[in-house]
């Protein structure tokens, strides 16, 4: 029983930065129907910018935090500018393509500045408590609480304010919201820097989870995160959040109660059997064709 | 006018990439060396590129090698696999061909020496490897025979498995022992499973035998399916860059017994990234540098000097490849490619930085023995010796 609470325990803290990053493809795709191939290496930045701002700069937790979010929420709506806005009228193929090649430019560029894994420091005093056999680490508490409010924190913005119901007309219908008067381009800026901006999140807190970064530490990762927003349903939040914490959920209990080298074999083909039967994802609903 | 001044140009751009930077200052030595400068294991690659750059000076400074009366200086091709097997494959054919070179010295880790000597093996090219010590870099596949231009610079991994089991056993005292490595990496699978066989005939129990994919980073399901297994020891046959996270994340379940590494522990930069974590813990390695012999201890300084950083195991072993070297061209008396080959596979015994070596009969493969090194105040401190 202990080791189940464990083990469900390294769940929660993995599927919840899973569903942090997540959050990003789900929004960028409710808003564009496209898939951003370089969010998982905005992740990665967000982790480096946290060694930066934690490390070389030495600032305490919450500063690193929030400017390894805003640095990667700037990121994230730069990339959108140069490189998705002007493909915006292009074959949808054109723009995952592009983002292939920016995630591709970003881990290229972090490696030419140098190639070394870097090591961030803990920037918060690590207790362990141990209740009945179970080990929690303050860590781990501080990752699935921050986790959790940033998505209460997401999805009442998308829900109750009205740049929210700009975002979710526009992923209704985008040449009539125009119509109607919405700053289309701004919105998607907008969408783009949240999404990014939550990556970032995830990358300071997997960096101080797993604290040895590199320049590749997020194309496992991003694909990961990207599969469970499929599996939630892509283009819906709350299926973002879900896909995250089942596939952690599904990940460290294969590995608990298998041999571990069976774990991602077994993980994606329980799935692809969960695709084959709901293609468009736990949550997800298929899209009225427009005529 | 224009057109002819921009053609001239274009041909001297391409008889440029032809000539390569040709060095007209007579005769010379040329060898390859592939490093594993970026990807995820740049301090190998660091430390190969620096040895090799060290060895080759060393020689030049003296005015070169004396083969038939002329004096021939080492020129080095360096080329960076970017911790890829395909892009050592590459590498090696391109100094093969490209840059003919004498012999080829790299890449280090297993996983890219593999592929690159089956290039070096088919084009009859000598291929020393000072770090990679999987018993795959020197056998065919196929025929399982040894291969007839493959070397290497260090022992092999299923003597470093029993040596581990052994230290764990009768040093440690320890009865069960669990193990997490990398299954999709040829050298951790490999010592791995023959840590766990050498361990299991001694008398030894396996507890846990757990794997992990090279990238992860999250080892909290297997480390709690360790802990639950109660083992006296943890093995890691895994990278200096993955071996900080796991120990971390292991001291963050409550596993408090000690954890024992193989020589892929052997960069400063595990002390750098895991910091306090593996402190007191036990590696086996090639060399000890605060155990060295006379000979070793003028590198070590030499090293010191020029890149004001101890010398690691594989800058120690790319020295060695390179002394191997130079001894067969010397003693083949020119830069043919077999007669080195043939000089190379019958050199009686080799004293090198990292001990004494020397070829077993129609194979690769020095005999030599290993050390093991405790982790004391951040540093690599010399515990043990190991002989085969």
Known sequence: MNYLLQQLLNALQLGSIYALIALGYTMVYGILTMINFAHGDLFMIG??????????????????????MAGAAMLGAVIERLAYKPLRNAPRVSPIITALGVGLFLENFTLALNPYPKHIAPLLPTHIWTVGGVSVSSLQAIIIVLSIFLMVLLDLYVNRTMTGMAMRAISWDRANAALMGLPVDGIISATFAIGAGLGGAAGVMYGLAYPVIDPYMGIMVGWKAFISAVVGGIGSIHGAMLGGFLLGAVEVLVAAYFPSTFRDFVSFSLLLVLLVGRPYGILGKPRPQKV | ??????????????????????????????????????????AVGASCRNAAELAAREINDAGGLDLGGKKYKIKLFIEDNAGKAEQSVSAAQKL???????????????????????????SKVVLITPWSTTPKTTLDARTGASKKYIFRACFTDPFQGRVVARFALENLKAKKAAVLYDVASEYNKGIAEIFKSAFEEKGGKVVAFETYTTNDKDFSAQLTKIKKAGPEVVFLPNYYSEVPLQVQQAHRLGIKVPFIGSDSWGSEELVKLAGKDVEGYYFSTHYAADAATPAATKFIQAYKAKYNTTPDDVAALTYDAFGLLIQAVKSAGKTDRQAVRDALAKIPGYEGVTGNMQFKEGSGDPIKSAVILKIKDGKFAWFANANP
């Open chain 1, 47 to 68: 982790a480096f910018l946290c060694f930066l701002a934690g490390v070389t700069l030495g600032l305490p937790f919450v500063p690193t935090l929030l400017l390894s």
């Open chain 2, 1 to 42: 006018m224009k057109k002819t001044a921009l053609l001239f140009a274009l041909s001297l751009a391409v008889a440029m990439v032809f000539s390569g930077c040709a060095d007209t200052s007579g005769p010379t030595v040329k060898v390859g060396v592939i490093a594993e400068l970026t990807g995820d294991i740049p």
């Open chain 2, 96 to 122: 093969i061909t490209q840059n003919d070179v004498v012999a080829i010295v790299g890449p280090n880790a297993s996983r890219y020496a593999v592929p690159a000597s089956e290039i070096a093996e088919s």
